[in-house]
């Protein structure tokens, strides 16, 4: 029950935090920033308006906003959130929900080949490129906590009698995770090192240039389901630093609330002092991501 | 609770895995400065067998100004006189240097499985960080061409060997007086190696390995 408040909470939050991330790159130069609400004033101008359907595209073009919308929050129903239980768990929903993400990124590929627009065929091809090396970081990390675990659910992960957070004795490798995780996020998510959501020139973008074409309710959904998405891993990683708590209480929610805030506040202020990588640098921050979960995984080995 | 001397080494294996993928120099002195700090304060938070005395604490001081601060100023101040800005043009490139990370850890880990140490109930990540620092060390030395690179190499071989000294050795006295002579063998060849880094450039206009191969005597 508490798990299905914290969701419609959060879901309504996450927009909300995707702020703190503007907000925080504006101190760091200086400006005052946008106000508070301001992705909940984009997305209700967003939805106000009408879609524009370009003549070439099919139903595909109109498919893929809803499906990584749906994809985001049905991903977010498996997600414990301070250490309560989520709405729906089985053995082995770590494998849908990151293949959730997968399909959403998978319609969001297609619709942007489906304009045939050269730029979002281009934007497509580095977001395949750049998932596909994500996953073998994701799902070492899946393997490294089955090791850990036993277990092959978030809810194992998180809430179960065995929860994997850095206090536990092999804590300090989790270090490791937790560095490759929030690289996969920066990646994931086109944060800076990777992407710059911010950029005008379709040739630097990744995602960006992928949903050019979307416009209305359409570019709405998108924009929504990234903001579920970035909250979804703030959350894996919120869940992996804070200590575990076998009940839900007013401190457990209030440091998990706070959690997300220092991650999403880091997320800003990397993308302050840091440039974004050449093209041919990404797969090296990717990879290093992926060799950081190999060697918990390996460490994990040895301890055991 | 959080094992320190496991998250010490956790960071001695990140500070590896950066600066094998690492690309800028400035990055690399960073890198090795954090990494000098951290594996000077390793062997002191070990289970000992002796009181701490003041003059363990004076040794941990001086390593860490050595290996924290000294080397990675000479590095830096070298690396300004002769304007090297990044490590261009690795022998190996950075996705192949990774992966032999990646290689040179398994084979770590293996190795130090098959020795089982006696002095190390509970640091099981001691020897394994030890064997990839050193072998991480050695593999930068041969895959990059710019001498002051392969001189971090040689650094952060050095660390591999200290840390494998004080997972190996009981912990007395005796360990950190050859650590130190080692450090200070150390300290003057990197002195040595801004010297003759200043030197190449000045008749050569470049501090690449490359060039050098092909000198005639």
């Known amino acids: ?304 | 609770m959080i094992n320190t001397p496991d998250v010490l080494l956790v960071l001695i294996l990140l500070s590896v895995l950066l600066s094998i993928g690492g690309s800028r120099l400035q990055e690399f002195i960073r890198i090795m400065s954090f990494q000098g700090v951290l594996v000077s304060l390793v062997p002191f938070l070990l289970e000992r067998h002796e009181q701490t005395s003041w003059l363990d604490i004076g040794f941990l001081l001086v390593l860490i100004a050595i290996k924290g601060g000294i080397i990675p100023f000479l590095l830096w101040f070298a690396s300004r006189k002769v304007s090297i800005k990044r490590d261009a043009e690795p022998i190996v490139g950075y996705h192949a240097s990774i992966l032999t990370g990646l290689f040179i850890i398994l084979v770590a880990t293996f190795i130090s499985n098959r020795m089982e140490p006696v002095s190390l109930s509970g640091h099981q990540l001691l020897l394994p960080a030890a064997f990839t620092t050193l072998a991480a060390g050695l593999f930068l030395m041969m895959a990059r061409r710019k001498a002051i690179t392969q001189v971090i190499g040689y650094l952060m071989m050095e660390n591999g060997i200290y840390l494998a000294g004080s997972a190996l050795a009981k912990q007395t006295h005796t360990q950190f007086i050859v650590e130190f002579g080692v450090l200070l063998d150390l300290l003057v060849g990197i002195m040595i190696m801004g010297i003759i880094l200043h030197q190449i450039s000045r008749s050569f206009d470049d501090a690449d390995t490359m060039f050098l191969e092909r000198l005639k005597g």
């Open chain 1, 1 to 304: 029950m508490e798990g299905l408040v914290l969701l419609i909470i959060f879901l309504f939050l996450a927009p909300f935090f995707s702020t703190i991330i503007q907000k925080v790159k504006a101190f760091l130069v200086g400006k005052q920033g946008p106000p508070l609400f301001i992705n909940y004033f984009t997305l209700a101008k967003l939805l106000a308006k009408g879609s524009v359907y370009s003549a070439s595209t099919t139903f595909i073009f109109r498919l893929s906003p809803v499906i990584s919308l749906a994809a985001s929050m049905t991903a977010l129903l498996f997600m414990p959130f301070a250490g309560a239980a989520p709405i729906l768990s089985f053995q082995g929903d770590v494998i849908l929900v990151f293949y959730l993400f997968g399909l959403a990124r998978f319609f969001t590929i297609c619709a942007a080949l489906d304009t045939a627009s050269p730029f979002e065929g281009m934007g497509a091809a580095r977001e395949a490129y750049f998932a596909f090396l994500c996953e073998a970081a994701v799902f070492t990390v899946l393997v490294l906590f089955y090791r850990l675990t036993g277990s092959l659910s978030l809810t194992g992960y998180f809430t179960g009698p065995d929860v994997i957070n850095l206090w536990r004795p092999e804590g300090a490798l989790l270090l490791l995770v937790i560095a490759a995780m929030f690289m996969v996020l920066l990646a994931e998510n086109s944060r800076v090192p990777v992407d710059d959501p911010a950029t005008h020139l379709e040739l630097t973008m990744i995602h960006e240039v992928m949903v050019l074409d979307h416009s209305g309710p359409d570019l709405a959904f998108i924009e929504l389901g990234a903001f579920l998405k970035l909250f979804f891993y703030a959350a894996f990683i919120a869940n992996l630093v804070l200590p575990s708590r076998p009940t839900v209480g007013f401190a457990g929610i209030a440091s998990f609330f706070v959690a997300i805030s220092v991650i999403y506040a880091l997320v800003g202020v990397i993308e302050s002092i840091t440039a974004r990588f050449k093209m041919g640098l990404v797969p090296k921050f990717i990879l290093t991501s992926f060799a950081l979960a190999f060697f918990a995984t390996i460490l994990v080995l040895e301890l055991k």
